[in-house]
């Protein structure tokens, strides 16, 4: 592991956000990677949805060492045990899954690498914290809203959320999430516009990550 798991939970915490991205072009991949550490993402999550993500994976993480020494490497939409210590032989540094699954949980602790599991419900998030999982993933987002979040961590303060779906690029979006007590956020297709991507707009995209980064970091010195 190149990053112990205090070192990934507080890269989360500090950054606020983690771009969740799957392209089955590791060309495209490697760009994507370095507009986002240009743009000042540390912590990565390349999600496994695609035939052979794994070996994608495998190369984005050997070119992150290189030239983005700094970059936490995650793996997304994991569901399974067998899946989660693939990944991690190849270099996960996190795990970031849709649902909650104790087997992944298991493999995770073993090998000290947080894992995100996706939690719909307050006794999931419970259920969850008691396996080990420092941070769960709200999931999803755009279904349970920002009201959840706050609901949630009136009897539970000390629990870490990291929300995905239904989060955008935008102020006011942003703030509700953290008002609501975030610890940071999951953005996929709206740090990723389709033109830009098309276009191969790297830098495009470096300004719109640098953008969302700022605005984050303002809410969060106003909490």
């Not at 975030?182 to 740090?191: E, R």
Request: charged share 20%.
């Amino acid at each position: 592991m190149r990053f112990t798991k205090l070192e990934v939970l507080s890269v989360m915490k500090a950054t606020g956000m983690v771009p969740v991205f799957y392209h089955k072009d590791i060309e495209v991949a490697k760009q994507v990677l370095k507009a986002c550490y240009a743009g000042g993402v540390r912590a990565f999550e390349f999600t496994n949805r695609g035939e052979f993500a794994h070996e994608v994976f495998g190369e984005l993480t050997k070119f992150a060492a290189k030239e983005c020494p700094e970059m936490i490497m995650g793996i997304g939409s994991i569901v399974d045990a067998p899946t989660a210590a693939l990944f991690i032989q190849l270099g996960a540094n996190f795990i970031v899954g849709p649902l909650f699954n104790p087997d992944v949980a298991k493999v995770a602790n073993r090998r000290l690498v947080p894992y995100a599991p996706g939690c719909g419900s307050v006794t999931e998030v419970g259920f969850a914290q008691e396996m080990g999982c420092d941070i769960c993933k709200v999931f999803p987002g755009d279904v349970l809203g920002a009201a959840f979040v706050k609901g949630l961590k009136a009897p539970m303060p000390w629990s870490n959320l990291m929300v995905t779906g239904g989060v955008k690029p935008e102020e006011a979006n942003l703030k509700a999430w953290f008002d609501a007590g975030v610890t940071c956020v999951g953005m996929g297709s709206n740090l990723f516009p389709a033109e830009m991507m098309k276009a191969g707009d790297w830098n495009g995209i470096t300004k719109l990550i640098y953008k969302t980064l700022k605005i984050i970091r303002e809410i969060k010195e106003m909490n």
